[in-house]
């Protein structure tokens, strides 16, 4: 049968999700405990890879395995073999037609972000950080540039392996409550690095060293040199794919009204 995870995790222990030689990755854990708990082999395939120290809210794996159990066994067996930091939120069987990957229909990204003189100890590693005040009307105009259908090379990291450049941003909303800013993405699919990428024009737009126009000069120019630096991954949570209703799996995790 084939079964879906919904996982969550911290990334600052690790180097990203995608399984390397060293196994220092999150996909490694998981692969690791679910063997342990399986007594077999178990290779699973993600909604989408996050890079180095950022963290995952639910990320989303199908496996493939002639065991059956309930679904509360498989959350509770795998994650007695998980690491603290990394964790089953839920369990389900689904068909076999169903992809974690290519049945996702858009996947989703939030950014936390902390302006304040002093740089963050409690929530290090955990959001990014500016201490010059931001403009939030400022970064509001200059993310409409943004929305829909566009080629976003200049967000795009060089070792990006995407087939396109070509991506559509859906939606992306700005708040903040006290300190803290929260940057949500949704888009039919991501580039290596393009909201850090983004995140970084944001900021500045919004410390004032660019107008709000600016933005869209840097996506016309299809040139990552036009763009800001890539920003921090402290703050970069994946929230999760979206998925058609007819796969019964959850939306969110509820981390996900934990974040600022």
Not at 49 to 77: C, K, N, Y
Not at 131 to 160: I, V
Not at 196 to 215: E, I, K, S, T
């Amino acid at each position: 049968m084939r079964l879906a995870l919904g996982i969550s995790y911290n990334g600052q222990a690790y180097a990203g999700w995608q399984s390397q030689l060293a196994g220092n990755t999150v996909q490694d854990k998981l692969e690791l405990a679910l063997g342990q708990f399986t007594t077999q082999a178990v290779s699973t395939v993600c909604a989408g890879r996050t890079d180095a120290g950022v963290h995952g809210l639910m990320q989303v794996v199908h496996f493939d395995t002639p065991l059956e159990r309930e679904e509360f066994s498989w959350i509770r067996g795998t994650n007695r073999f998980l690491p603290p930091d990394i964790a089953v939120q839920w369990a389900r069987p689904v068909p076999d037609s169903f992809h974690a990957r290519g049945s996702a229909v858009a996947r989703r990204y939030a950014y936390v972000l902390l302006e304040s003189p002093v740089r963050p100890a409690v929530e290090a590693g955990r959001v990014g950080w500016v201490f010059r005040p931001l403009d939030g009307d400022a970064m509001r105009a200059s993310a409409q540039a943004l929305l829909g259908e566009h080629d976003f090379t200049s967000f795009r990291a060089s070792s990006c392996q995407s087939h396109t450049p070509v991506k559509t941003i859906n939606s992306i909303a700005i708040t903040r409550r006290g300190p803290y800013w929260r940057f949500e993405f949704e888009a039919n699919a991501f580039l290596h690095h393009m909201i850090r990428n983004v995140m970084g024009c944001l900021l500045v737009v919004g410390q004032g060293q660019q107008p709000p126009q600016w933005m869209a000069q840097v996506l016309l120019a299809r040139d990552r040199d036009a763009a800001a630096p890539t920003f921090s991954p402290d703050g970069l949570y994946f929230l999760g794919p979206v998925y058609d209703a007819r796969w019964g799996l959850p939306e969110r995790s509820p981390a996900y009204d934990w974040l600022p």
